[in-house]
């Protein structure tokens, strides 16, 4: 009943909280949609982070490092320490290719239907 109340007075309607607010309809497929790995893992990365997983993303899960550099338009170090801290979380595979290292996505990270719980 506050809401009505304040409702109906002028100008506190914009002053209100959203979960004051009646609710409205809301897209309830997208919703029930469980969101993949990928989306989860985004969400919770730095900006370098995000920007050398969407590189890795754009090239099928596989890539070598100085390309990665280039692409994703940070530094050799901070990208180093950005695949280390990937492949400590097991998100990544590095291998050493010549005097670089091809990284390639986990399986888990790129195949929805597989959680990290399963893979490990």
């Known amino acids: ?11 506190y309607l914009a002053q209100l909280p959203t979960f004051l607010l009646p609710s409205t309809a ?4 997208s919703a029930s949609a469980a969101p993949n790995n990928c ?4 969400k919770t990365m730095t900006p370098e982070e995000q920007k050398v997983l969407k590189v890795l993303i ?4 596989k890539y070598l490092q100085k390309y990665v550099v280039k ?3 940070i530094s050799r170090l901070k ?3 950005v695949v280390a801290r990937f492949a400590q979380r097991g998100i990544v595979t590095v291998n050493e290719f010549g005097n670089t290292n ?3 996505l986990s399986d888990w990270v790129k195949d929805p239907s597989i959680s ?3 893979a490990v």
């Open 1 to 11: 009943m506050l809401i009505g109340i304040l409702t109906t007075t002028k100008g």
């Open 26 to 29: 809301h897209d309830v497929s």
């Open 39 to 42: 989306e989860v893992l985004l």
């Open 58 to 61: 754009n090239h099928q899960g």
């Open 71 to 73: 692409e994703a338009g």
């Open 79 to 81: 990208t180093h320490r």
């Open 102 to 104: 091809e990284i390639m």
């Open 116 to 118: 990290k719980t399963t």
